[in-house]
C-alpha cells in the first residue's frame, strides 16, 4: 500500500520558512557566510573528527606534554609552542586543525548553514584521517598528537551529516564527493585550496539548483549548459552562449529559487523515527499518490483565499502534479513586484548574488554579466577533473568540466589549450586535436 509523503495535515502559514537545501535567507547578513566555519565543518563531516573538550587550549596542553618526553631542554618548548601556535599557525600544518576554529560556536549560529550545503553534498561520504603531508620531523610529532591527543571520532549514531536532506542535484554531489576524495588525498593541496574549492562549488550548486528548479516535473536534474570564459578572454555579444547561457540565465531562474524550496518543504511528511529525509521537489513529485491530489487541491485553495490570490491555471484538475504546479505558482506570486512580500525575494536573492556568486561573476559592458575562471580556479577544477587518472585527453577533461557544471565555448576552449600550454600541462601526439593530453599539476 502507497503511503502519502505529504504532512498528514496540510495548513498555509503566515511565514515562508527554510531550513533545508540553502543556505541564503530573507534576513541575511555577512555573519552567515564564513568560510573559516565552513571549511572547518567540511573537514569535520569528512574525517568524522571533531576537536576533544577543552578545544585548542587543552590540545596545546597534551602537545607540551608529549613534546616533553622528546626534548632534552623545556625550555625549547616555548620556541616550539611560538612556531605552531603563535599567529595561527596550527591551522596551517593539516586539514584536521581547521576543526578548531568550531570551538564555541553555537549548534543554533547562522554560520552554519553555508558548511550544512557542503554536508548535504557530501551525503555522508568520509575518509580515515589524512596522512602527514610534510616530511618535516617536528610537523610530523605535532600531527601524530593532534590526532591522537586533540581529536576523537564523531558520535555516528548522532551526528549524520547530510542524513537529512535526499540530494537535490545527485549528478553534483556525485562529483563533489569524487573532488572531495581526490583533495583529501593530497592534505598539503587540500589546506591550499580546501576555500576555493568551496567557493566553486557553492556558486556550481547555488547555478545548477537555479537553472533546474523549474524541471522539477521532468525527474532527476542533469548537468545544464553554464558557460564560462577565461578571465583575459574579451567578452563580445557574438559569443551567443556566454550571454543566453551564462549568470543571466542562473538571475532569471534565481527569484524562484526561495518559493519552491519553501513550498517543498512546507508540503513534506519526515519521519526521524524511520530514518526519512528531506526530498527535494522532482523526489517528491514521483512519490505523489492519487488521494494527494485532494490535498494539494484543499492547501492551494485555502493559501489562495489567505492571501486574496485568484488560481493561476483555474481549478479544473484531477492529478497531483497539477495542484502542485498550482501552489508553487501561488507562492511565486505572493513575491512578485508591487506585493507586500516582493522586498524579502530581493533580499534573498541579492545575498545570493553577493555571497554565493560574486566570486566568478563579472560586467563586461555591452555583454553585461558574464562568467568568470581566473587561472588559479581553473587550474584547480583541472586537478580535480583529472583526478586519480595521470592525464586525459582534452575533449575528456571538457566531458568532466561538463558533469560538474562548467561549460566552455569553442573561443573558450582554445583560450584553454593555450593556457595549458603556457602552464607546461599538454602533450601533443599529433596535430589531432584527439591527441591533445592534458596532465595534471599535483
Known amino acids: 500500500m502507497n503511503t502519502s509523503v505529504l504532512k498528514e495535515t496540510l495548513k498555509p502559514e503566515n511565514s515562508n520558512r527554510l531550513n533545508s537545501y540553502f543556505p541564503a535567507r530573507t534576513n541575511d547578513s555577512a555573519e552567515a557566510y564564513d568560510w573559516n566555519i565552513a571549511k572547518a565543518i567540511f573537514v569535520r563531516d569528512l574525517y568524522r573528527r571533531q576537536p576533544v ?61 553555508l558548511g550544512r550545503m557542503f554536508s548535504s553534498l557530501l551525503q555522508g561520504t568520509y575518509m580515515e584521517v589524512s596522512h602527514c603531508g610534510s616530511s618535516h620531523f617536528l610537523d610530523k610529532k605535532m600531527i601524530n598528537a593532534l590526532q591522537s591527543k586533540g581529536l576523537r571520532s564523531l558520535d555516528k549514531t548522532k551526528h549524520r551529516p547530510g542524513a537529512g536532506e535526499r540530494p537535490w542535484l545527485p549528478f553534483l554531489s556525485e562529483a563533489f564527493q569524487q573532488d572531495a576524495k581526490f583533495l583529501a588525498s593530497k592534505p598539503d593541496y587540500m589546506l591550499e585550496q580546501l576555500e576555493p574549492f568551496l567557493r566553486l562549488y557553492a556558486y556550481l550548486y547555488t547555478a545548477q539548483l537555479s537553472l533546474n528548479i523549474h524541471g522539477w516535473a521532468s525527474g532527476e536534474p542533469k548537468a545544464r549548459p553554464l558557460y564560462f570564459m577565461m578571465e583575459h578572454e574579451v567578452a563580445s555579444k557574438e559569443r551567443s552562449q556566454l550571454t543566453q547561457y551564462g549568470h543571466k540565465k542562473v538571475l532569471e531562474r534565481l527569484k524562484d529559487l526561495f518559493p519552491y524550496l519553501v513550498v517543498n518543504e512546507a508540503l513534506q511528511q519526515v519521519n526521524e523515527h524511520r530514518n526519512e529525509r528531506l526530498r527535494p521537489l522532482w523526489y517528491l513529485n514521483q512519490k505523489l499518490i492519487d488521494t494527494d491530489a485532494a490535498k494539494l487541491r484543499l492547501f492551494a485553495f485555502a493559501f489562495a483565499q489567505e492571501r486574496e490570490y485568484e488560481m493561476p491555471d483555474g481549478n479544473d484538475f484531477d492529478d497531483a502534479a497539477s495542484w502542485l504546479n498550482q501552489i508553487l505558482k501561488l507562492y511565486c506570486m505572493q ?20 555571497f554565493l556568486c560574486s566570486t566568478f561573476v563579472r560586467s563586461r559592458g555591452r555583454s553585461g554579466k558574464v562568467l568568470v575562471m581566473n587561472q588559479d580556479y581553473l587550474s584547480l577544477l583541472t586537478n580535480l577533473a583529472i583526478g586519480d587518472n595521470d592525464k586525459l585527453r582534452f575533449h575528456e577533461l571538457l566531458t568532466a568540466f561538463n558533469s560538474r557544471g562548467v561549460f566552455f565555448d569553442k573561443q573558450s576552449q582554445q583560450a584553454l589549450i593555450e593556457f595549458f600550454e603556457r602552464m607546461g600541462n599538454v ?16
Do not use: C
Not at 593539516?94 to 549560529?109: I, M, V, W, Y
Not at 513575491?335 to 553577493?354: C, D, L, P, W
Open 53 to 113: 573538550a577543552g578545544g585548542m587550549e587543552a590540545f596545546k596542553a597534551e602537545a607540551k606534554n608529549e613534546f616533553l618526553q622528546l626534548l632534552d631542554d623545556e625550555d625549547f618548548w616555548p620556541h616550539l609552542e611560538a612556531m605552531y601556535f603563535g599567529e595561527e599557525s596550527i591551522y596551517r600544518l593539516t586539514p584536521e586543525s581547521l576543526l578548531f576554529e568550531l570551538d564555541d560556536l553555537k549548534d543554533s549560529a547562522s554560520k552554519h548553514r
Open 427 to 442: 602533450e601533443r601526439m599529433s596535430d589531432s586535436g584527439d591527441a591533445v593530453y592534458v596532465r595534471k599539476t599535483v
Open 335 to 354: 513575491f512578485e513586484k508591487g506585493r507586500t512580500r516582493a522586498s524579502a525575494n530581493n533580499k534573498f536573492v541579492k545575498y545570493t548574488e553577493e
